[in-house]
């Protein structure tokens, strides 16, 4: 059975930084791409970031570029999302997902492909003073 | 960018009876390897979103034949054939063609 267990969600500051981490069980870790999605109280359901299978291509969002770095452990089973520079827009639970696909296609204009197979249970993340 | 638009946005249904939502992408979703970039998904209350619908109009595993997907192009169909308690929930139609946008949800209940 797949599974997806998010961790590292909380209250911090704005301006402050947080660090989620999916520990993947069931399946083969190495041999899909993963992704963060995040969904704000209340609210729909936002693409946040992309990693592939192996060589470690990542892409984000818009609204997380610079900001966010997307990054896995494969020798762990593990994703882990960086936050940096977090705002009062950032606050939402954030979702791990494993996408069908070992590796995204990139065009000229945007990456894509695949679809997320399986999420996990999600974890909260607050930017407040 | 990619908008996707759902409609109606809320959806009240008789158990037993048909459902329809309607989903609708400002771009075609038919990509140049002849698939077509389009998913459902359903959050249920408190839950994480599942994936019901791959490309177009294949259930994902596990998923009851009530459900069923549809649609070409731009527009696209998700027809639940009996609705049954357990259907209620958010539903959310998803592309993939250039990043991965989501529908606003529509939101179904059960009369």
């Known amino acids: 059975e797949v599974q997806l267990l998010e961790s590292g969600g909380g209250v911090v500051q704005p301006g402050g930084s947080l660090r989620l981490s999916c520990a993947a069980s069931g399946f083969s870790f190495t041999s899909y791409a993963m992704s963060w999605v995040r969904q704000a109280p209340g609210k729909g359901l936002e693409w946040v970031s992309v990693?592939?299978?192996?060589?470690?291509?990542?892409y984000y969002a818009d609204s997380v570029k610079g900001r966010f770095t997307i990054s896995r452990d494969n020798s762990k089973n593990t994703l882990y999302l960086r936050m940096n520079s977090l705002r009062a827009e950032d606050t939402a639970i954030y979702y791990c997902?494993?996408?069908?696909?070992?590796?995204?296609?990139?065009?000229?204009?945007?990456?894509?492909?695949?679809?997320?197979?399986?999420w996990g249970q999600g974890t909260l993340v607050t930017v407040s003073s | 960018d990619i908008v996707m638009t759902q409609t109606p946005l809320s959806l009240s249904v008789t158990p037993g009876q048909p459902a329809s939502i309607s989903c609708k992408s400002s771009q075609s979703l038919l990509h140049s390897d002849g698939k077509t970039y389009l998913y459902w998904y359903l959050q249920k209350p408190g839950q994480s979103p599942q994936l019901l619908i791959y490309?177009?109009?294949n259930r994902f595993s596990g998923v009851p034949d009530r459900f069923s997907g549809s649609g070409s192009g731009t527009d696209f169909t998700l027809k639940i054939s009996r609705v049954e308690a357990e259907d209620v929930g958010v539903y959310y139609c998803?592309?993939?063609?250039?990043?991965?946008?989501f529908g606003q949800g529509t939101k179904v209940e059960i009369k």
């Open positions: 998803m592309q993939s063609i250039q990043s991965w946008t």
């Open positions: 490309e177009v109009s």
């Open positions: 997902a494993r996408l069908s696909i070992a590796v995204f296609y990139c065009s000229s204009s945007s990456c894509y492909g695949g679809y997320f197979q399986h």
């Open positions: 990693i592939s299978s192996s060589d470690g291509s990542t």
